[in-house]
């Protein structure tokens, strides 16, 4: 388990991370989610012992990262996968990070073997690809075969079938009873893989729950109904704390109430439904919705004032 209690990390005026609580549980893959900016980075690397907490503390299993007795054993992590030195072959490298940690050789083919770059062992990284390089990075955050695992933008860089396979490989690490913590830019990818979802803005805390009610709690979440009498049915379920809106196809989108909800007003009434669809927001919107408070740096029409100014100020000096 990840414990982060008070989490805080200033650099010079500028709050990074301000005032972070929460806890990875093993079990399930959790997501970590957050505009740019917003600190995810900061946060693991706190994780990892690599930036010193301004205030606070996080620790995995009980312990901070530096007083853990074997590092590798208990916590792999990706977080650049290109920081390779790029003249060694990918067996080299990873037997090199595997004799720092006191691990076998043999690991270091059963990790080749796992990620699938058994037969570009002997191949120089620097003539890698993106994928390449993160199937890499992956294998080492495994060679210690440990209990919990952090794993920042995994997916970059890889094929269709490379996404599959890592999303797979997370979600049987999790169910292993091991600790996964992920953090995504692709919404899509991160709502098929994760189980729980924690979001940040602007250092801070916005969301930390099962990705079901995240999407569930999402204004954008709604119910459809198609109903004969559609007209009255929307004035009780009004009555009853419902948000009510009638399309130009005559049904009615329904905010406030769910689908039992609606059915046992429309049986108690002896209103006809046709249709009683819940409609669960995606994650996308659920995050836009939830961080448009928090983002740093938007595209036209939506800029913030002083990026606004710095970019005309650009524009007028180029033109000089």
Request: charged share 20%; net charge negative.
């Amino acid at each position: 388990m990840i414990t982060a209690r008070e989490l805080t990390k200033k650099y010079g005026g500028t709050t990074a991370v301000n005032g972070l609580s929460f806890d990875i549980k093993p079990g399930v893959v959790t997501g970590f989610l957050g505009p740019n900016g917003a600190g995810k980075s900061t946060t693991m690397r706190m994780i990892l012992g690599l930036d010193a907490p301004s205030g606070g503390s996080v620790t995995v299993n009980g312990k901070a990262y530096r007083d853990l007795p074997a590092p590798m054993r208990e916590v792999g992590a990706l977080l650049d996968a290109k920081a390779v030195h790029g003249a060694r072959t990918a067996y080299r490298h990873l037997q090199w990070v595997a004799q720092a940690g006191g691990i076998s050789r043999k690991r270091v083919d059963e990790v080749l073997d796992t990620v699938g770059l058994t037969e570009v062992a002997g191949k120089k990284v620097g003539n890698f690809s993106l994928g390449m390089y993160q199937r890499l990075g992956i294998a080492t955050a495994l060679l210690g075969d440990p209990p919990t695992l952090l794993f920042d933008e995994p997916v970059n860089g890889l094929d269709p079938e490379g996404i599959y396979w890592i999303r797979t490989l997370m979600q049987d690490l999790a169910a292993e009873g091991r600790t996964v913590f992920v953090s995504s830019h692709l919404m899509n990818e991160m709502e098929e893989t994760a189980a729980h979802v924690i979001v940040i803005g602007r250092g801070e805390l916005i969301a930390d729950m099962p990705m079901a009610e995240l999407t569930r709690q999402s204004a954008r979440s709604h119910v459809r109904v198609v109903s004969p009498l559609a007209g009255e049915l929307a004035g009780a379920l009004e009555k009853a704390g419902g948000t009510v809106t009638k399309l130009d196809d005559g049904s009615l989108t329904v905010v406030g109430m769910d689908a039992p909800q609606i059915g046992d007003l429309a049986l108690e009434r002896g209103l006809g439904l046709h249709e009683l669809t819940p409609v669960r927001a995606s994650l996308e919107a659920a995050f836009m919705d939830l961080t448009k408070n928090s983002v740093q740096y938007r595209s036209s029409g939506g800029a913030p004032q002083q990026l606004a100014e710095t970019v005309r100020a650009l524009a007028a000096e180029g033109t000089d």
